[in-house]
């Protein structure tokens, strides 16, 4: 009994892959005109064929040699390649197990591991494929339904003031400034995440606090903190649930240029309408 070698198999394959050129001009020099073109298989079924092919290959030879099982690796091994390229650990992993068993040989419950190995490896991917594993955005967690708004502040007190008076008072909203809260022996970044998880919305009040200068210009921006917990805010809300409030002078990050921003002057209530508006739009008031 032999077991049924699959056509892609049947080709000597290269440890290293051909150009498109090089394929397309192998094909038609050694298709008929009149063949039936046929689908060409995804890297991710070859390399399921291969697998399925070596168990039954071990299933009809016992004790295989060396020099039969190497090639086999190799056919393997170039398929990850062609997946993952070559700094894959799998592929690295391969490559120091081919050099050693040039040397000192290989057995069929090593050869039978490695395709157990890959075997897994390939289901993974199969399922993945199919599932919101393979979704390429990333997801924002679930919105508190709370009427608690976070304000991210640098060093303008004045306006962090301000800002959580107006939404206190006109729009019967309980805002949060780290600067009015506890510490309670809290580390920073522990006390910004257990005041912050509960907040269905953030402003940022990006102020001129730190003065830059590079090669180039000099100018202000935000501190620090603010970057970070407007980014903590987008990824955990959604860009439209932060708004920044942008007092002039102070300059802006590029990575920051597609969150809606309001721009003023000195005082932050004077945006009090735009800042309305923003509210509304995120369905915090009516």
């Known amino acids: 009994m032999n077991a049924e070698i699959p056509e892609w198999l049947k080709s000597t394959v290269s440890l290293q892959p051909t150009s498109a050129g090089d394929t397309l001009r192998h094909a038609m020099a050694n298709s008929p005109a009149s063949a039936i073109p046929t689908a060409e298989k995804s890297l991710l079924q070859k390399l399921q064929d291969a697998v399925l092919f070596g168990r039954k290959f071990l299933a009809i030879n016992k004790k295989p040699t060396r020099d039969i099982l190497i090639p086999k690796i190799r056919g393997i091994r170039f398929l990850l390649f062609s997946l993952f390229?070559?700094?894959a650990p799998i592929v690295k992993s391969l490559d120091l197990f081919l050099k050693e068993a040039n040397t000192k040989g290989i057995s069929s419950d090593q050869f039978a591991q490695i395709l157990s190995d890959v075997e897994s490896l390939s289901d993974f991917l199969g399922k993945a494929g199919t599932s919101s594993l393979s979704c390429q955005i990333s997801q924002t967690s679930r919105v508190p339904?709370?009427?608690?708004?976070?304000i991210i502040h640098g060093h303008d007190e004045l306006n962090t003031r301000r800002l959580t008076q107006l939404l206190q008072n006109h729009f019967n909203l309980n805002p949060i400034a780290m600067l009015s809260k506890p510490g309670m022996s809290r580390p920073l970044i522990e006390k910004f995440e257990d005041e912050a998880q509960s907040c269905s919305f953030a402003f940022g009040l990006f102020t001129p606090d730190d003065e830059i200068i590079n090669a180039a210009n000099r100018y202000k921006q935000a501190r620090?903190?603010?970057?970070?917990?407007?980014?903590?805010f987008i990824g955990r809300l959604g860009k439209h649930r932060v708004n920044l409030l942008l007092k002039?002078?102070?300059n802006i990050h590029s990575d920051l240029d597609g969150v809606s921003r309001i721009p003023f002057l000195d005082n932050v209530e004077d945006k009090f309408l735009d800042?309305?508006?923003?509210l509304k739009a995120a369905k915090i008031i009516t």
Do not use: A, L, R
Request: net charge neutral; glycine share 12%.
């Open 248 to 250: 002039h002078g102070t």
């Open 145 to 150: 339904t709370t009427k608690n708004i976070f």
């Open 85 to 87: 390229g070559k700094d």
């Open 275 to 278: 800042i309305q508006k923003e």
């Open 224 to 232: 620090p903190n603010v970057i970070y917990e407007v980014g903590w």
